[in-house]
């Protein structure tokens, strides 16, 4: 293994040696490699087979922005090698290949491509009919991709939050002169970097003959922004997709942050483009900036004979830094007549290396069985995408190449920006994008250096303008643009292998023929030929298909543009989607009181609540203990966690009309009322009481892992709807405590003096405002655990002392607390649903015996034209209740219902209860197995079937006499 000596090899640690192995072989490579640097390191070019034909493929970019280095690891298949680090012991296979990866029996149908045009298998394989079914497994076979472990044992993967005033993707020279000028001004800033290192094109181009400024200046931005206490650096991290307000998903390892930003500056760059010639795949023909890359960062020489193809002036850089490496550069073919700096040409030829200027190179020559460029055919150029019938041969180990520059488009046409072509310049530009989001460098079409950096300061302070702060930076002037972009890289060849797209090894005919077939607009011709479907999408062949389309349908190529640029901007991991979600944690004002009283916690939503009190081995003792303590005595449930939302304004009821499905329009003033929404399916998606203060005020109580919800759906559908109504979540700003049982009227007489708690002056379901313990309070009367009970609503910050107040009211009557579990028992024994644990994404109220909750005589509310078509139809499924005896088997959640050999439902929530003196549960069942009486066949665990006995709700008190008292 050899390597060029320091200072190239940015990445490497030349310290640390590791072996890994290659389809078998063993190699040495150095911490920082890539697995395709690594093998270029020791002579190993053919890394991938192509998808179609099983072409020999070897790195384009370098830098993991193409499928040509796709390859096998144990776990996880079709990983990018130029952009997977080795590590000791990887053990690394090809891939797409039948027999060996160097010697592939499948390489023979690249010979046949004429036989295999453009969508040859929408028009060969649908007839006779059925015969998909036999030629799909064969297809698949011949273009499968890597192999999935089964085996795999999932990882730890995780989500996580920032939220920052300027978020900024790409760490190149415009994007860390952007951080560095909003974070001077004093704005939280979020750096965002693809790569291991910052500095983007700063750690491998080239920008001045000398070719020292590079590196100067990339030390002192870096140097300058890892020490600024405003900016985080994410580097190693992707930026996946731009969504409304600036929300984006940043994946770095195996973390997937949600990043909330102010405002967005892209800074990421542009993607250096082929020239499309016969053979432009082979390996060893790669971008000009990868070459520089595989120097720069990882100090291995790219070849020792090289030729550079070029439309712009960096290919002459290029071919200085090859130079200067010790590689020899045959020729310099230059597609312009003349280079736009004339000191590049002579500062090249002082080199020795000629220039054939007006030329391209019309044909890649190649080793036995296509598995290295070996020279190349030089043509000089006649006409647009023509040349002359006789060129010069040339002897070469390597090709670099570049045909100009694609601008990094994705994130922002996703934005909704647009993509117009400057014909004198040859390359598109961006513009309609949102506010709030602006671009800076050559994704904005500046490429010369000094341009660069300005226009990252010009991003910057605009963006900490709309801020209020103030940058500082005065006028700033930029500096005449060198044209970049060759008008027309594309030069066909008669017998094909012109390839535009690597990917799906698709030829400049394929595109062209696409048009012929009726296939006029681009996202037709994407969807006939699959043109950028590939793990590349379209960032090499996206260009060089517009202006095929463009020039075979007769229109512009703004006209014809490329294809919709969609999520996720590279592939992502379905485990980073599934990974565990940061939960935030939060703790109500009765939390201290909990533990001191030795609660066991358990999660609640976002909320920590008392599952029961004492010893988790204890759990059906503690909890059977005080649930018969409520039924008997008194207890006290900290209830803080129930969503509140306040509702004031003339249109108040109208809304609260509008949402649920009873009326609320003509509720009294001082009453509450049983409150069930549906969704636009007449989906049953949350319930609650709606308490009315005044004419123009309203309370409603909404389920504790739902309130977020409701409140953004109120939100939303007055946003159409234009009510005079403010919708205000008060969750947090209230603490809540039940107080039920027998004898919770006396427990509240002590302390509430200033409301009549007496059976006819505070009703069931009533409402009433007065002081507890001389603390501001809602109350109201309701029945969620079946008892006389009392819910109380305080300001948060009271909550400690109304939990410490009542527990020493109820003293002499035996007060205890009681668990969120132990509450979920009583409220079984009065068959009370919990929606969402006895609900799912289908249930609607004719399921679940909610008939009665339903206005009929309202002319509308969300879901009920829904709701009067599914009542047209028959039941499929019903939810009951049911029975088994002490000492059965006991179903759990999820536990299946059946109906012979088929599942009919499954159980939604089971206990025994020490009350009834039996196993008590809810369960969906088939609609013919829901009578009283029925016996529903319920699987346990271990396999075995219990009968339990369908009855008639509620279990207990089913007169509702002990709660309305």
């Known amino acids: 293994m050899s390597r060029l000596p320091a200072p190239m090899g940015l990445l490497i640690d030349r310290d640390q040696p590791l072996r890994f192995s290659f389809d078998g072989r063993d190699y040495q490579g150095l911490a920082g490699d890539s697995i395709a640097s690594a093998l270029l390191a020791n002579g190993r070019w053919l890394l991938s087979r192509s998808f179609k034909y099983h072409r020999p493929r070897g790195p384009l970019t370098l830098a993991g922005q193409d499928a040509n280095t796709l390859v096998q690891l144990p776990d996880e298949p079709n990983v990018l090698a130029d952009a997977h680090a080795i590590s000791a012991g990887l053990s690394v296979t090809g891939q797409n290949f039948n027999g060996s990866l160097d010697n592939d029996r499948d390489a023979y149908l690249g010979k046949f491509s004429k036989f295999m045009p453009v969508g040859f298998y929408y028009r ?22 890597g192999v999935l472990n089964l085996d795999f044992k999932p990882q730890y993967y995780d989500k996580a939050y920032l939220f920052v005033d300027v978020a900024i993707v790409g760490a190149g020279p415009a994007g860390l002169s952007a951080a560095l000028t909003a974070a001077n001004a004093g704005a939280k800033v979020l750096l965002i970097e693809q790569q291991p290192v910052l500095g983007g094109s700063l750690t491998y181009a080239r920008f ?66 082929p020239v499309v010639f016969r053979n432009n795949d082979l390996p060893g023909v790669m971008l000009a ?82 598995r290295h460029v070996s020279g190349v055919d030089i043509r000089r150029i006649t006409a647009q995408g023509q040349v002359a019938s006789q060129g010069q041969l040339l002897a070469c180990d390597l090709l670099c190449m570049s045909a100009g520059y694609m601008p990094v488009y994705q994130l922002l046409c996703q934005a909704g920006g647009k993509l117009t072509y400057d014909d004198p310049r040859a390359e598109f530009a961006i513009s309609g994008l949102p506010d709030g989001l602006d671009i800076a460098g050559s994704v904005n079409g500046r490429h010369h250096l000094d341009n660069v950096l300005q226009d990252g300061a010009r991003a910057a302070a605009e963006a900490v303008a709309a801020l209020g702060l103030d940058a500082g930076i005065g006028a700033l002037s930029f500096r005449g643009e060198a044209r970049v972009n060759f008008d027309w890289p594309i030069f066909p060849h008669p017998k094909g292998k012109d390839f535009v797209d690597f990917d799906e090894d698709l030829q400049v005919r394929d595109i062209v023929n696409a048009t012929r077939h009726g296939y006029r607009d681009v996202q037709l011709v994407k969807r006939f030929s699959t043109v950028g479907m590939g793990p590349s999408q379209g960032r090499h062949s996206a260009l ?10 007769g229109r512009s190529i703004s006209e014809t543009g490329v294809t919709t640029a969609r999520p996720p901007f590279e592939a992502e991991k379905l485990a980073h989607v599934a990974g565990r979600a940061f939960d935030p944690y939060r703790q109500t004002a009765m939390h201290s009181r909990h533990l001191a009283a030795g609660a066991k916690l358990m999660p609640a939503g976002i909320w920590q609540r008392p599952a029961y009190y004492g010893k988790p081995e204890d759990r ?124 919770s009227r006396r427990v509240l007489e002590k302390v509430c003096r200033d409301v009549d708690l007496s059976a006819g002056g505070f009703p069931y379901l009533a409402l009433r405002t007065g002081t507890v313990a001389g603390i501001p309070a ?32 109820g003293a002499e009557f035996g007060i205890r607390p009681f668990g969120v579990e132990t509450q979920r028992l009583l409220r079984l024994e009065k068959g009370h649903l919990i929606i969402s644990q006895d609900t799912d994404g289908m249930t609607h109220p004719g399921e679940i015996d909610m008939d009665w909750a339903i206005g009929r005589k309202k002319p509308f509310f969300v879901g009920k034209r829904s709701i009067e078509i599914l009542e047209r139809q028959p039941l499929k499924r019903k939810l009951v209740g049911f029975t088994l005896p ?60 219990v009968q339990a006995t369908v009855v008639q709700l509620p279990f207990y008190d089913p007169a509702n006499l002990r709660q309305e008292l």
């Not at 405003?230 to 390892?253: D, S």
């Not at 060089?544 to 075979?552: C, D, N, Y």
Request: charged share 20%.
């Open 886 to 945: 002490k000492g059965s088997p006991q179903p759990l959640e999820g536990h299946l219902v059946l109906k012979g050999p088929d599942i009919s439902g499954n159980v939604t929530s089971c206990e025994y209860s020490a009350t009834l003196g039996r196993i008590i549960g809810l369960a969906y069942a088939g609609a013919d197995q829901a009578e009283p009486g029925s016996l529903i066949p319920i699987r346990v665990e271990g396999g075995a079937v």
């Open 289 to 370: 900036s990868a070459a520089q890359r595989l120097m720069k960062l990882y100090a291995v020489k790219p070849g020792q004979r090289a030729v550079v193809l070029t439309g712009n002036d960096d290919g002459y850089l290029a071919a200085l830094d090859l130079a200067e490496q010790g590689v020899q550069v045959a020729a310099l073919v230059d597609m312009r007549p003349q280079p736009a700096d004339g000191a590049l040409q002579i500062a090249v030829e002082r080199q020795g290396i000629p220039c054939h200027l007006g030329s391209t190179v019309y044909e890649a020559l190649h080793e036995k069985g296509l």
């Open 778 to 809: 809602r109350l109201m009367r309701v029945g969620f655990v079946g008892e006389l009970g009392y819910e109380i609503h305080v300001p948060a910050r009271h909550g400690g002392a109304l939990w410490d107040a009542l527990m020493d009211a």
């Open 124 to 145: 060969s394989f649908y007839k006779p009919r059925g015969m998909w079914k036999v030629w799909e497994p064969l297809i698949r076979k011949k273009a499968g991709l």
């Open 620 to 743: 059906e003792r503690c909890m059977q203990e005080e649930a018969r303590h409520v039924r008997e005595k008194v207890g006290l449930i900290d209830v803080s966690t129930l969503g509140g939302l306040d509702l004031r304004g003339p249109d108040a009821a109208e809304l609260l009309e509008r949402m649920y499905t009873l009326p609320f329009r003509k509720q009294p003033v001082a009453r509450t009322r049983y409150a069930l929404m549906t969704n636009e399916h007449g989906v049953v998606i949350d319930d609650g009481v709606c308490g009315r203060l005044a004419e123009n005020h309203f309370y409603v109580t909404a389920t504790t892992s739902g309130v977020d919800r409701i409140y953004q759906q109120m939100l939303k559908w007055n946003a159409q709807w234009r009510l005079q109504v403010d919708i205000t979540n008060v969750t947090a700003a209230l603490a809540a405590v039940n107080l039920a049982g027998p004898l």
């Open 544 to 553: 060089p298909t517009a202006r095929l389309v463009a020039q075979a349908t």
């Open 208 to 273: 001045d003959v000398e070719g020292r400024r590079a590196e100067h200046l990339r030390r002192e931005l870096v140097a300058a922004v890892e020490g600024h206490a405003n900016i985080q650096v994410l580097k190693e991290a992707t930026c996946n997709a731009w969504f409304t307000e600036h929300y984006l998903p940043v994946i770095q390892g195996k973390r997937m942050y949600k990043v909330r930003a102010r405002r967005c500056i892209v800074s990421a760059g542009s993607f250096d483009q």
